[in-house]
């Protein structure tokens, strides 16, 4: 099968379409998409200030055979493109960084490619059952845990109100799912 990757029509979610890649097969079935997202943030990274993350996604319907090639040929794209911003900002420091899920297969792909293991950002972390944190007076915190699809949508609709990317209540259960993902909210 002949896969063909091409930019996003339109901007979407704080991301322009230049960054933004989508994959389609001979018959224009969709196969997968990637993004390069560029940030800057001297507050939490002085040293290296400028942090280019790139993500893939294969559609599900996808085999595993042809997602292999559909993976590959977007990483091609996104991993051009994610140097390509390193370049246009080169008073910064920098480091493009992959992935966000405790995904082994993920990893090695990424590894493959000429990462470095701590190029891929895992977000988990054993806390310990003692931990304590001291908030400011007045501020409580609650795991959030939603009883029906009634409340998870009041959520949501909060949520979208407040970010710039919607809530992907697909990517929030999923996340809900993980024993190291924890859901909060903080009250004051």
Same mark, same amino acid.
């Given at each position: 099968?002949?896969?063909?990757?091409?930019?996003?029509?339109?901007?979407?979610?704080?991301?322009?379409?230049?960054?933004?890649?989508?994959?389609?097969?001979?018959?224009?079935?969709?196969?997968?998409?990637?993004?390069?997202?560029?940030?800057?943030?001297?507050?939490?990274?002085?040293?290296?200030?400028?942090?280019?993350?790139?993500?893939?996604?294969?559609?599900?319907?996808?085999?595993?055979?042809?997602?292999?090639?559909? @993976?590959?040929?977007?990483?091609?794209?996104?991993?051009? @493109?994610?140097?390509?911003?390193?370049?246009?900002?080169?008073?910064?420091?920098?480091?493009?960084?992959?992935?966000?899920?405790?995904?082994?297969?993920?990893?090695?792909?990424?590894?493959?490619?000429?990462?470095?293991?701590?190029?891929?950002? *895992?977000?988990?972390?054993? *806390?310990?059952?003692?931990?304590?944190?001291?908030?400011?007076?007045?501020?409580?915190? @609650?795991?959030?845990?939603?009883?029906?699809?009634?409340?998870?949508?009041?959520?949501?609709?909060?949520?979208?109100?407040?970010?710039?990317?919607?809530?992907?209540?697909?990517?929030?259960?999923?996340?809900?799912?993980? @024993?190291?993902?924890?859901?909060?909210?903080?009250?004051?």
């Amino acid at each position: 099968m002949n896969v063909e990757i091409y930019n996003s029509k339109e901007d979407q979610y704080g991301n322009i379409k230049e960054n933004i890649f989508l994959a389609f097969g001979d018959n224009g079935s969709y196969l997968g998409s990637a993004y390069a997202y560029p940030t800057i943030n001297y507050h939490q990274t002085y040293e290296t200030p400028y942090l280019i993350i790139i993500n893939i996604n294969i559609a599900d319907n996808v085999d595993k055979s042809l997602s292999y090639v559909v @993976r590959q040929k977007l990483f091609d794209k996104v991993f051009l @493109r994610a140097k390509e911003l390193r370049m246009e900002r080169s008073d910064l420091k920098s480091r493009i960084y992959s992935g966000f899920e405790c995904d082994k297969d993920e990893l090695d792909f990424y590894i493959k490619n000429g990462f470095e293991e701590d190029y891929s950002i *895992i977000m988990e972390a054993d *806390i310990p059952k003692n931990f304590n944190y001291t908030l400011l007076e007045g501020v409580k915190v @609650r795991e959030l845990r939603f009883n029906s699809h009634q409340e998870l949508m009041e959520y949501k609709s909060i949520y979208d109100e407040i970010f710039v990317t919607p809530l992907d209540i697909d990517v929030f259960a999923e996340q809900e799912s993980r @024993r190291y993902f924890k859901n909060l909210s903080f009250f004051y």
